[in-house]
């Protein structure tokens, strides 16, 4: 006989992180769906309007190119930064006093704010009193961020490598440092070449690593906002407003809340699938191959 | 395959050593000859493994030399010494299959396909891996990884030596028998020289021809597993072989009689002078367990002692014995008659041993 008293007072033991994830996560969240799926007035004046501003958002060309850009940008960046920082990470030394060093001049951009980093390359680019502005000038390239949308690109690329190289490099070094000697010990047995070493027993160590460098570097640079923002404005024209520039103009200068909610749901969504589709990808690669049939 | 040869080598970890305590091998001369199966058998921290480095040039000696077959190789790397170690714990090229991690050693010379295949699966086929072969080596358990990385060192049939070291810690004990079984086989049909280290002497004995035991730092001896048994060089070898070790015993030599604290060991004439003539206050006698001669009643000759313990082991017993305050093990057969309280013991002349400052001395028995 089952003599033992039941008692589900323990469930209210959940209640305090129920209401920590209800208020950090599912009430702004849920907020969002809410007003993607109305259009509001006033206060008192609404009216219900199912997917309509679904249906309009996936339509907007405005919005459709700037997410074309924000593609390109993050594939770009990530192919830049992701081999930079895996070089960067194998050639940083292992100890001393020079290790330590470098730790700290490779993590400096990653401790500066985003929108300073914005003012500084706003800065370091000028014509006039800018140190790369000028001597690009100097040398005799019409440099100008602000009239040709190439400049303002590549400006943007390289201030995000120097920004966020570092991140990558961190994490592989710390991905690197923790491969037992026993390993690089067995390849020399072995006469492997140091392309072998990389290849068969770096890089597979480093895939847990890379997969969160490169799952936090795409969200993040999906999301970018500030350092374009302070740096170009998002122009010359639209050449440089990606998702986030224009859902902030049209959510708070335009106040529509209503188109502006249902697109930053899709936009949730966006980054989910790919950082979904981009996981699972990865894992699957470690699987046998007969498992990975099933 | 070679014969692979240590000129008074010697290593320590330390930038500028001092006392011999600061070397992690101490000067040493020492010759595997090819075709060999050693171990190496000693305590953790004794040196083995640095040893082991320094022969496959994973590490450079502080000074002296090694040679394979005469050539002196200190300047070479692992990868141009040809020789093949296999690791304590398993190293597997995680996103490769198991065929391709065995092949890996063969691929990165650039030997043929052909060639590769067939040195695969023979290998694969010893070590019983052939249903594993297209896994990926991530997706093994741990034995399995051992014997992959095993399998990685035994492709090779060019290689100047086999370095194993204490490769089964991992695998559990009935595989270990097999594995250890399987490299005796391997060591017999392909006869490469092979290095086996280890601290468990079950391990060397059933692998090894001949043992070298290191014992901080220098090998103390280097024998067959019977002359191991029989005749420890050193102390240290009497205690670590066996089980239970040798008893080792202070003694003089006093008014004519061998004393070990205040009893008075009856022993024949040659041991007498060589304990009077010895030039060291550090005199030990050795006797193995199986040799002390144990009676229930009194007899001539016999000492005194007191039974401790009494341990069963089956076809034996342990006994635990006191001799004034020295405390012995004796090892009797199940059939012989079992003391209680107290025995008599004898010591056979010719099975003990004299060690002067923990090395063994020869013994002119008359």
Known sequence: MNDKVRNNKAWWLILPMLLLVAFSAIIPLMTVVNYSVQDVFDAQTRYFTGTEWFVQMLNDPALQSALGRQFVFSLTILAIEVPLGIGIALLMPKKGWQASAVLILVTLPLLIPWNVVGSIWQIFTRGDIGLMGWSLRELGYSYNITRSPLDAWITIIIMDVWHWTPLIALLCYSGLRAIPEAYYQAARIDRASRWAIFRYIQLPKLTNVLVIGILLRFMHSFMIYAEPFVLTGGGPGSSTTFLSQALAIMATAQFDVGPSAAFSLIYFLIILLVSWVFYTAIMNMQKDKKERGA | ?366
């Not at chain 2, 595997?32 to 083995?48: D, I, N, T």
Request: proline fraction near 5%; glycine fraction near 8%; aromatic fraction near 8%.
């Open chain 2, 1 to 366: 395959m070679a014969e692979i040869a240590l000129k008074s080598l010697a290593h320590s970890y330390l930038a500028t050593p001092g006392s011999p305590e600061d070397y992690a091998i101490r000067e040493m001369t020492h010759v595997w000859q090819q075709g060999g199966a050693y171990a190496l058998l000693g305590p953790s921290g004794c040196g083995k493994s640095t040893l082991l480095n320094i022969i496959s040039g994973l590490l450079e000696p502080s000074s002296g030399e090694v040679l394979f077959d005469g050539q002196v190789v200190n300047a070479l790397s692992p990868e141009h010494r040809n020789i093949a170690q296999v690791f304590q714990f398993p190293v597997v090229y995680d996103t490769m299959t198991v065929y391709d991690n065995l092949a890996f050693p063969l691929r990165n010379v650039g030997t043929s396909e052909d060639k590769v295949h067939e040195r695969v699966l023979e290998v694969a086929d010893v070590l019983e891996l052939t249903p594993q072969l297209k896994r990926k080596a991530k997706n093994l358990s741990a034995d399995e990884k051992q014997k992959v990385s095993m399998g990685r060192g035994l492709v090779r049939d060019d290689v100047s030596a086999i370095l194993f070291d204490e490769p089964l810690t991992v695998i559990d004990p009935q595989l270990k028998w097999k594995l250890r079984r399987k490299l005796k086989e391997i060591h017999q049909r392909f006869n490469i020289t092979m290095v086996y280290v280890t601290h468990d002497q079950l391990e060397a004995s059933t692998f090894a021809d001949k043992i070298a035991v290191m014992y901080e730092g220098q090998v103390v001896q280097f024998g067959t597993p019977r002359e191991l048994f029989e005749r420890p060089a050193h102390t240290f070898v009497g205690y670590f072989i066996g089980s239970p070790g040798m008893n080792l015993f202070d003694v003089r030599a006093r008014d004519g009689e061998i004393v070990a604290g205040d009893t008075i060991i009856p022993l024949g004439r040659g041991i007498y002078d060589a304990v009077a003539k010895a030039s060291s206050n550090n005199v030990k006698l050795g006797v193995r367990p199986e040799f002390v001669e144990v009676h229930v009643a009194p007899v001539e000759g016999g000492i005194e002692v007191t039974v401790d313990d009494i341990q069963d082991l089956g076809t034996y017993s342990i006994l635990s014995l006191h001799l004034g305050d020295i405390a012995l093990k004796a090892r009797i057969d199940e059939d012989s008659p079992t003391p209680h309280n107290n025995a008599f013991i004898r010591f056979p002349d010719d099975r003990i041993g004299l060690y002067v400052d923990e090395f063994r001395v020869e013994i002119d028995h008359e």
